[in-house]
């Protein structure tokens, strides 16, 4: 049976793609940092899913999680956290975490799996980014800069995996746009998270069920939904339009996020 290790998996999208994965016939491990709450998500999973204890920022602990697998096929970087304010109010060692879990977090995975699949000469990480590492919206400023990075060291892998004539070892990245999990339940009277709001607000398990489309079909870049990737890269290419529609959009936000509060939120 193929193994395939998610972190973060105990909890929002990450628990779906577990589900999934388990659904397609993987043995996965439920890799997070809140060690109880791996135990439950394993449990609910059933026999095919296991608990891993991990902190992502911890390179040697992902090197050894990546080599007690059993037959590692899939590697799913999921693991992060979003703190919102704008990006002088941080305090530093809230920018220090984001950094670690979104950016090193992911690039230690990625490197970990990636020491087994090069071995193998197969094998697919799957990291999930978000629109934020395609544009940096206000008040998720520091988080978009960990995607960005986090985006930027995914796609310049794949390009160096290529450059050494490795072929059947893929990365692919998913940037989906907001996703009701328990990273935004205590964000919807936030104003600082109206960007979350700014589109679709999708549930786990939709993003989970597109990301299994990569298992057959690996992307460099799987936005979701993929209009919202045309538009903030517009942004991204005229900076200058987006500086002067940013008013606009972010007012358009705060109302969908206003609405969304008061006509109840999806089940949790
Ligand atoms: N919720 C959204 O709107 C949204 C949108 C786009 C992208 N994303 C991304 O999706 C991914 C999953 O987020 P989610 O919304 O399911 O959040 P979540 O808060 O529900 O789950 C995050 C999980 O990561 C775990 N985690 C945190 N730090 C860790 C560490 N150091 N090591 C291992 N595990 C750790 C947590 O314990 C939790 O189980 C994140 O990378 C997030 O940035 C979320």
């Given at each position: 049976m193929p193994g395939a290790l998610v972190t973060g998996?105990?909890?929002g999208l990450g628990f779906a793609i577990s589900r999934a994965l388990v659904e397609r016939g993987f043995e996965v491990w439920i890799a997070d940092i809140d060690e109880g709450a791996a135990a439950a998500a394993a449990a609910q999973l059933g026999p095919r899913a296991r608990p891993l204890w991990l902190d992502v920022a911890d390179r040697a602990a992902c090197d050894s999680a990546a080599a007690a697998?059993?037959?590692?096929a899939v590697w799913v970087n999921n693991a992060g956290i979003l703190r919102t304010r704008?990006?002088?109010?941080?305090?530093a060692d809230e920018v220090a975490a984001m950094f670690a879990v979104n950016t090193t977090g992911l690039i230690n995975g990625t490197l970990a799996a990636l020491a087994v699949f090069r071995a193998r000469r197969r094998g697919h990480v799957i990291n999930i980014i978000s629109l934020a590492g395609l544009v940096a919206p206000p008040g998720e400023t520091v988080y978009a800069a960990t995607k960005h990075a986090a985006l930027a060291f995914s796609t310049g892998t794949l390009l160096d995996l290529r450059a050494a004539g490795v072929r059947d070892v893929h990365i692919s990245s998913v940037c989906p746009d907001g996703i009701w999990t328990p990273m935004l339940y205590d964000k919807v009277d936030d104003p600082q998270a109206a960007p979350s709001w700014s589109g679709v607000m999708f549930r786990p398990e939709q993003v989970a069920a597109r990301a299994m489309t990569l298992i057959d079909r690996p992307r460099p870049i799987l936005v979701l939904p993929r209009w919202r990737g045309a538009l903030v890269r517009t942004f991204d290419a005229f900076p200058r339009l987006g500086l002067r529609l940013a008013p606009l959009v972010m007012a358009d936000a705060r109302r969908k996020q206003r609405a969304f509060a008061r006509k109840g939120r999806p089940p949790a």
């Amino acid at each position: 049976m193929p193994g395939a290790l998610v972190t973060g998996g105990a909890s929002g999208l990450g628990f779906a793609i577990s589900r999934a994965l388990v659904e397609r016939g993987f043995e996965v491990w439920i890799a997070d940092i809140d060690e109880g709450a791996a135990a439950a998500a394993a449990a609910q999973l059933g026999p095919r899913a296991r608990p891993l204890w991990l902190d992502v920022a911890d390179r040697a602990a992902c090197d050894s999680a990546a080599a007690a697998v059993t037959d590692l096929a899939v590697w799913v970087n999921n693991a992060g956290i979003l703190r919102t304010r704008p990006s002088w109010e941080h305090p530093a060692d809230e920018v220090a975490a984001m950094f670690a879990v979104n950016t090193t977090g992911l690039i230690n995975g990625t490197l970990a799996a990636l020491a087994v699949f090069r071995a193998r000469r197969r094998g697919h990480v799957i990291n999930i980014i978000s629109l934020a590492g395609l544009v940096a919206p206000p008040g998720e400023t520091v988080y978009a800069a960990t995607k960005h990075a986090a985006l930027a060291f995914s796609t310049g892998t794949l390009l160096d995996l290529r450059a050494a004539g490795v072929r059947d070892v893929h990365i692919s990245s998913v940037c989906p746009d907001g996703i009701w999990t328990p990273m935004l339940y205590d964000k919807v009277d936030d104003p600082q998270a109206a960007p979350s709001w700014s589109g679709v607000m999708f549930r786990p398990e939709q993003v989970a069920a597109r990301a299994m489309t990569l298992i057959d079909r690996p992307r460099p870049i799987l936005v979701l939904p993929r209009w919202r990737g045309a538009l903030v890269r517009t942004f991204d290419a005229f900076p200058r339009l987006g500086l002067r529609l940013a008013p606009l959009v972010m007012a358009d936000a705060r109302r969908k996020q206003r609405a969304f509060a008061r006509k109840g939120r999806p089940p949790a």
